[in-house]
């Protein structure tokens, strides 16, 4: 084991079927290693919880435990309080709504053992077009962004849990997925400066204690061509001497095809410490990384000095998060914030839905395809109106008896690996197709979207929409809640 080893945070993620057991091998290899912190994706509260504490007991130093956290807790941990998407609380124009909802992250986190929260998203909403920022932005004013990123950073941190600003210098103007690909973008620098950098600065003055890279490249920051994750220009000069940040720089997930291209991944790991960063998110190979680490400190590739300041660095932050335990436990008015929310960011986007009938028939058009891992699943929509006393079936066509209501369930959420924000055109098919056929059938059908506002656009006219913003449980509950009101 060498100091260096510190410097990586590989993945755990929970398998319906056998929980974290077929991890249990690497697990005790990367401490073995002695890694620094983990990822973790998924798993029951009671699961997560077993686990965080194992983690640190075996360990030999303390660990940074995190997890993506934008939507809470809930987004991850089965259990947990869901939230709306950033772009959905934002679109509230309430400052404190943003507040309670980092607070009761980080408490819920802190409970789990998670002590590391990768959010808030300071990207900008500023191109359409973009397929893996869109709702997860708090907006595309760079000022109200700033202003919403810094309430979520000082609520978070105040609850010692770390917060982390991403992705570094900003992923707003992007077209490509840098899941799949290295995306460019070719804004000047006084525009990265002026607009997508002001969220960054202001983080950094909130005093955020993490900052993670975008596997984007910037020409006119670095004429190179390589990622911002790579790029010493990028972190050393502007991060570190003109931005003044002192914390801990991370990477988005290595084993990304962005950072990756051109190049094996144990060479990209060498690559993004000598460029500045701290740690090292999500390798998936770890073995062949850290052997790339070792092979590297041993010829003096990786400056000795260099990495004892990330060593530093992380065992600072890992000390100052607060240790899991019962202080300050998220109370039931907190934990009911999510509903709160979620129902406060549902609203019509068109039309003027008729009212709903004691039976509804549902529906369900996906557009959230591609990647390796399923969406969530759409069951809590259905759920959740039958709890509210609906009768309720699941419809395979449009057409039918006009005595039930007719909801077209519309899934499009922004997707790793998916490759775009809109709707493919087999989607818009399905849905031009429920139309006909609903006309047919002289039915009124409201379509609920889940997925961000604009997206309705891809909708033919005139048809009454409803918003609901994205696809976890937490919105298809509101949605259905917004239904039954209106029976």
């Not at 983990?38 to 983690?55: K, N, S, W, Y």
């Not at 900003?170 to 969220?199: F, I, K, N, Y």
């Not at 990028?234 to 002192?246: C, E, G, K």
């Not at 759409?378 to 039958?386: C, H, I, K, Q, V």
Request: aromatic share 6%.
């Amino acid at each position: 084991m060498t100091d260096v080893n510190q410097l990586l945070v590989p993945a755990i993620r929970w398998d319906p079927e056998r929980g974290y057991e077929h991890e249990r091998q690497a697990m005790a290899e990367a401490l073995q290693l002695g890694v620094g912190g983990f990822i973790l994706f998924g798993g029951p509260q009671d699961a997560v919880r077993g686990l965080t504490r194992e983690l640190q007991q075996r360990s030999r130093t303390p660990l940074l435990i995190g997890a993506d956290l934008e939507r809470g807790a809930g987004q991850q941990f089965a259990g947990a309080t869901g939230l709306p998407p950033l772009a959905a609380i934002a679109s509230l124009n309430d400052a404190d709504a943003v507040r309670r909802a980092a607070r009761l992250t980080a408490r819920e986190a802190r409970t789990l053992g998670v002590n590391w929260d990768y959010a808030p998203v300071c990207d900008l909403d500023v191109v359409p077009d973009n397929p893996i920022i869109g709702t997860r932005s708090l907006g595309s004013n760079p000022a109200r962004v700033a202003e919403l990123a810094s309430e979520w950073i000082d609520a978070c941190q105040s609850e010692g849990v770390l917060a982390c600003a991403k992705h570094f210098p900003g992923h707003g103007r992007t077209r490509e997925d840098s899941h799949a690909g290295l995306p460019t973008v070719s804004a000047s620098a006084d525009t990265l400066h002026m607009e997508d950098l002001v969220p960054f600065r202001a983080a950094i003055d909130a005093g955020v204690g993490s900052i993670m890279t975008a596997h984007v490249a910037y020409p006119s920051l670095d004429p190179t061509g390589v990622p911002a994750t790579l790029s010493r220009e990028i972190l050393q000069w502007l991060l570190r001497q003109q931005l003044r940040f002192d914390g801990l720089i991370v990477t988005d997930a290595l084993m990304m095809d962005a950072v990756r291209a051109g190049q094996s991944e144990p060479d990209a790991a060498v690559q993004a410490l000598r460029a500045g960063c701290d740690l090292l998110l999500y390798p998936s190979d770890l073995k062949a990384v850290t052997g790339a680490l070792d092979q590297a400190m041993r010829t003096r590739a990786l400056d000795p000095e260099r990495v004892r300041q990330s060593v530093r660095r992380r065992l600072k932050w890992a000390q100052w998060v607060s240790p899991p335990n019962d202080y300050r436990r998220p109370s039931a008015t907190d934990m009911g914030l999510g509903a709160q929310l979620a129902d406060r960011v549902v609203h019509v986007l068109r039309g003027h839905p008729h009212a709903i009938r004691p039976v509804i028939d549902v529906l369900v058009v996906d557009d959230d395809v591609g990647g390796p891992y399923p969406p969530p699943s759409r069951e809590p929509f259905l759920e959740a109106l039958r709890l509210g006393g609906a009768e309720v079936r699941r419809a395979e066509t449009a057409s039918g008896e006009s005595r039930a209501s007719l909801v077209l369930a519309l899934f499009g959420d922004i997707r790793a690996w998916k490759g775009r924000p809109g709707y493919s055109d087999a989607t818009r098919a399905a849905v031009a197709d429920a139309y006909a056929a609903a006309a047919r059938s002289a039915r009124d059908m409201l379509v609920v979207q889940f997925s961000h506002p604009r997206l309705a656009s891809q909708i033919p006219e005139p048809r009454t929409v409803l918003c609901a913003w994205g696809g976890d449980s937490v919105m298809q509950q509101a949605a259905a809640r917004w239904l039954v009101k209106n029976k």
